[in-house]
């Protein structure tokens, strides 16, 4: 008996050694890296880094930035305005993201410092969004903050640096403010078309009718209303719904995914070879079968965008609970359905894409090891595809159009990437939607660890 207490004894004792002994600093490190004044040092360090290259690459970075100080002055001085007095490739939301700028400067460098500023604070509040997210804010915020690290600087000089941060902030608040969400995904669309893509995720989750009527119709509306309204009383006309038309007379942009094929069948073919388009300024793949896909893309995009929301809305009917897991993993879909399947391939783009997996590493339920398993592989997919983009433009970018081989094949492997990326996420959808949820595999459990760490995560 006496033999029995003692190896009882010992074995509590070696227990609380073990537990006692057990190493510290990858908690201790989590602390740190995961407290907002660590986010906060990492976010000045990465736009700073980020405004740096855009100045170092200032003609490729800027280009499109001295357009837009140039439709401003111009209407402030003469009165004439886009989509007001002509047609214009942008909605006529745009207005409200340049115009700003030029009542703060008078010179073009000037206009361009406050663009970068605006668009710095706009990235700022999303992420101070996004870190205070539950369960795993802060993960999602470095997440967010290395994409744009890889993608470099050219959603700078762009307006998809003003709709990258409104879809982020959409999709982190669509949870518990649907509404507002709704308003926000509106309010980017008549901006730039793409945050649309967050507002038709909103309205395919929809768990009823009469959700559907108060967080999608009604905000939408009320958005689509005023921004309407204000275009006709300036004597817009029909011009406001031109921009839905404007892109059809293109061809196939030459970073798009469809020009891959023959940009490839290029390297032996002069016939692909790009052509500079003077009028809108890109460069494009002409001839007869890039002619024919390019018209096939125009009609494949809404298509497939209403089949993935179809899926999704799917999804939802068969597994309620898991409504807003379906909702970040469709609006990825969409996102990237607009990449795949338009003809249109501008690097800025990708921008679009790192939101929903950076709100999805922040909030998608199943815990930790859950989230893990379904978006780990497409978070370093997106990081690889931002960095082989940053590679594309601007760094070798002559190359590229060039038709230097290694150039070609970094385009290739990245719009293959791109497929992927969509493919994966469809798979998942529809993983979601047939599984029943007794048959779905159960969460696997956290280190007895995890909990503390969460804990720790919550005080910050």
Known sequence: MLRAKTLVSIGVECKDVAVTTEPRPPRALARVLF????????????????????????PQIFGDVGLYEWWVRNGISTGHWPVFDESWVYPVGALLAITPPAWFSQTPDGYAWVWLSLVTALDAVATVFLVRARPRGPLGAWFWLIFLLALGPIFLGRLDGVIAPVILLALVISARHPAVAMTLATLGAWIKIAPGAAAVAIAATARSWTGFARHVVLPGAVVSVLVIGWALVMGSGSRVLDVFGEQS???????????????LMGLNNPEYDPVWNDVIYTYEILGAA?????????IALPLVVLLLAALAWFAVRRRPERAHDVLLLVAAAELL???VFNKVGSPQFIAWIGPPVAVAIALYGGGTAAARRTWLPPALGMLVTAYLTYLIFPVRYGEFLGGFQYMIVVGAVRNGLLVALLLGAIVRLVQIAVASPHREAEPVPEPAAAPALQKEQDDT
């Open 35 to 58: 407290s907002p004044w660590a986010i906060t040092v990492a976010f000045v360090a990465v736009h700073a880094w980020l405004i740096q290259d855009a100045w170092k690459w200032k």
């Open 249 to 263: 007379d293109r061809a196939l942009q030459v970073e798009a995914v469809g020009a891959t094929p023959f940009l």
């Open 290 to 298: 890039p002619g024919a896909l390019a018209e096939a893309l125009d």
């Open 337 to 339: 359905a607009l990449i």
